[in-house]
């Protein structure tokens, strides 16, 4: 053994020890200091989100989550263990969403909120039938949802494959046949306009004729007459993460008080759409 080279090694040992006495002596200590039942270095939860009980003011809210979506500058609301625990027994959604099955457009991410904020609705193409426009019903009938948005998006797989199937006189196989029924009204309306981009077309106009037969709807109608609804109609860039209006109005007044606590987006006056919602011309895009 190397004598010269023991005493070097047990200086070295011996600060090595040092260290680590001094670093768990530190632990100790901040242990100390760290009040029980608390998580060092996580921040308390964010508390509930005030309820949004007008048309207006849900709409500003889904349109400042879709904001912050296309920004990047997300809060992902009502995702912690406090929200769980307070929509465990009971809900009260601000808004419905009926959007397509496309992996790409799940609502809670385009509007960045969470549990119990919104009812959402997915068929292929947003096509309706009975059970789908009774789920739509459930929210407005009975916990006073103020706001429908049918949410249509570019490049839609479902339409894209009716529109071909119906062009072409071709069934589509299995019940998908059923899904290019339902789209026939909005593939009728494109084939009557004509024009370029027949595809993303019949995905505008599925979005009109669906928001505006919903508006019509026997029981939700009352409800918009009244100010307590809006039925809108959206649609999603995959391109640019953007939501356009493309119909529908806010009521000209609120019925109600909301628990709304900032302030409606620049541009948007309560009780207004931006000028992308009012219906296009027949043939424009």
Known sequence: MDSAGLPRRKALL????????????????????????????RPEPAGPTPRTSTPAAAYARLMEGNKRWVDGNL???????????????????FAVV???????????????TGLGDMYVLRTGGQAVDAVVTGSVEYGPLTSATPLVLVLGHQ????????????????????????LA???????????????????DR???????????????????APLVEKGSLAVVGGYYSLDTGKVEILT??????????????????????AGTL??????SPAGSP
Do not use: W
Not at 274 to 279: G, K, L
């Open 75 to 93: 809060q992902h609301p009502d995702r912690d263990p406090t929200r769980r625990q307070l929509v465990a027994q009971s809900q009260t959604p």
């Open 155 to 178: 490049r839609c797989g479902a339409i894209d494959a009716a529109y071909k199937a119906e062009r072409d006189g071709k069934a589509l196989p299995g019940n998908l046949e059923a």
């Open 202 to 220: 019949m995905i505008r106009n599925q979005v009109r004729l669906t928001a505006d037969d919903l508006r019509a709807n026997a029981d939700l």
């Open 14 to 41: 011996a600060g090595g020890l040092g260290a680590f006495a001094m670093g768990t002596l530190s632990a100790c200590t901040a242990k100390a200091t760290t009040p029980a039942g608390a998580v060092r270095g």
């Open 274 to 279: 931006p000028p992308s919602a009012a219906p």
């Open 98 to 112: 009926l959007s397509c099955i496309d992996s790409r457009v799940p609502p809670e991410l385009l509007f960045d």
């Open 248 to 269: 529908g109005a806010l009521p000209s007044r609120t019925a109600g008080p909301t628990a709304r606590t900032t302030p409606e987006p620049s541009g948007t006056a």
């Open 181 to 199: 029924k339902a789209l026939r009204p909005a593939y009728e309306q494109t084939v009557k306009e004509g024009g370029p981009d027949p595809v």
